[in-house]
Structure formats: C-alpha cells, structure tokens
C-alpha cells in the first residue's frame, strides 16, 4: 500500500493509467502551451492574490515532492478573478524538479521546459466544504503555476531551500509558518488558462490552470538542494533522490488555451 505509484521505470507517468484510467481522459495536466494558438480572451480579468493574512503551518516531504501546508479555516489567503467565477483557498504549493542541469517543469511552452515548476494549490470553499471534496469536482481546483528557470539566486527561496534538510527523507515534516508565497511571484501576473487535472494520482480532471507567463530566476545551487531530497524513507536501505519527479505533456483532446492580455 502507501504509494502505488512514482517516477520511476516501474511506476512512471506512462503505467499510472492502470490504477488510475483517468490518466486517459479527456482533460488531462499537464500539457504543451502554444501561445500563437493560445486565443487571447478580453473578457478574462486579471487574476488576484489575496495572501496578506498568509500562515503556512508546515513542511513535508510527501514521497513525491516536497509541500508546503497552510491554515485553510478561513478566506484569509484567496486567488480570485481572471477565469475564476469564486475565491479559491490556498491549501498547498509544491514543486517539480529535473535532475542536474535537466529540465524539470510539467507544462512546456512550445516544446520548452523550464528547471521547474511551482503548483500554489487552491480550492473552492463557496462550493464545497472541504479539499477533499473539491478535489473531485470539476470546477473545485484552481492551481497556479509558476516556471523556475535557473539564473541569479532567488533572495526568498532561500527559506526554502535551508529548510530543506529537515525533511530528507519521505513521511519527514517540519514546523515552517509564516512564510508569504507572495515573494516567489514574477513581476507579470500575465497567463495562460485551461481547464485540466490534478499532475498526480489520482490525477482528478477537477482543475482550473492558470499559469504565469513569466518565470522566476533561481539559482543553480538552490535548485541542488532540492535535489538532496529523497523519494525514499529513512528506513528503506535503498536511498533514492528525488528528482525529475514530473508528469510529461499530455494530449490536448480539443481544448482551447486562453491567454490573458
Ligand atoms: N501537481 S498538482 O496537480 O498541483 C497536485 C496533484 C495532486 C494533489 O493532491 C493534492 N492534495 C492535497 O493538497 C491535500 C492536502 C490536504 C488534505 C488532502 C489533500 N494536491 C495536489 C496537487
Ligand atoms: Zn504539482
């Protein structure tokens, strides 16, 4: 039991289908962004991030990726606007990674994969009263998701990255409050929308996507430290090290990719 799935040859992205049909379906995450395709839609608003009152709760390392947890009792740190029709609740961000100098990210923009990806993890709690309710629905999710590209270091994913060791092995978690998301955002919250699913089992086809154009800079060694972490708990003797923990592009199935102004 625990998890039946992974990255790896024996549980990859192409065998999660024979637990997990969906993996089939017809709006399926994460996929190839064509922006000349992408039709740009006037009616879609900005989109707005309300993380003022933020409290993140704790760290984790959940096997598959490394998460970040937040207080969800209450709208204090709400997306809202752009395509959205209701505030969704932040719940969760996590990352994606590639292996050294590899690519990383989930999305692709014409064909071109970043070193990683960050998914901020939202759901919507006008609707539904809980995650785990919303996460089967097919307007409950709303994740955004932002490029890393490696460059200069980034002055806040520093928090990140030292607390990292606390949670080397799978099932570790750490006390990590009061961080902002906020500081990991580019300057442009230009983006691209589509309607998909969740990038893992149970790979859910509940998800609204908005993805920022522009990329956030980290440096090279900030990107090793997540890579110091491991797919594997402390009492298994085979150590494996979490990376390339990404699902690859999947068919589009016909349908349109909106992009913001
Ligand atoms: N890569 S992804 O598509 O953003 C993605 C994929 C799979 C996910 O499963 C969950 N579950 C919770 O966050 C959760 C948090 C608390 C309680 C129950 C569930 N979030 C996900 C995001
Ligand atoms: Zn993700």
Known sequence: TGHDWGYGVED?????????PIAKGSRQSPIDILPQTASHDPSLGPIALKYDQCTSINIANNGHSVVVEFEDSDDRSVIQGGPLDNPYRLKQFHFHWGGKGCRGSEHTVEG????????????NAVKYETFGEAATAPDGLAVLGIFLETGDDHRWLHTITDALYMVKFKGSVTNFKSFN???LLPSSLHYWTYLGSLTTPPLHESVTWIVLKEPIAVSEKQMSKFRMLLFTGEEEDQRMR???????????KGRKVRSSN
């Open 181 to 183: 998301p906020k500081c």
């Open 12 to 20: 990859g992205p192409s065998l999660w289908h024979q637990n997990y």
């Open 242 to 252: 979490m990376e390339n923990n990404f699902r690859p592009p999947q068919p589009l």
């Open 112 to 123: 071109h994969s970043y070193a990683s990806e960050l998914h901020l993890v939202h759901w």
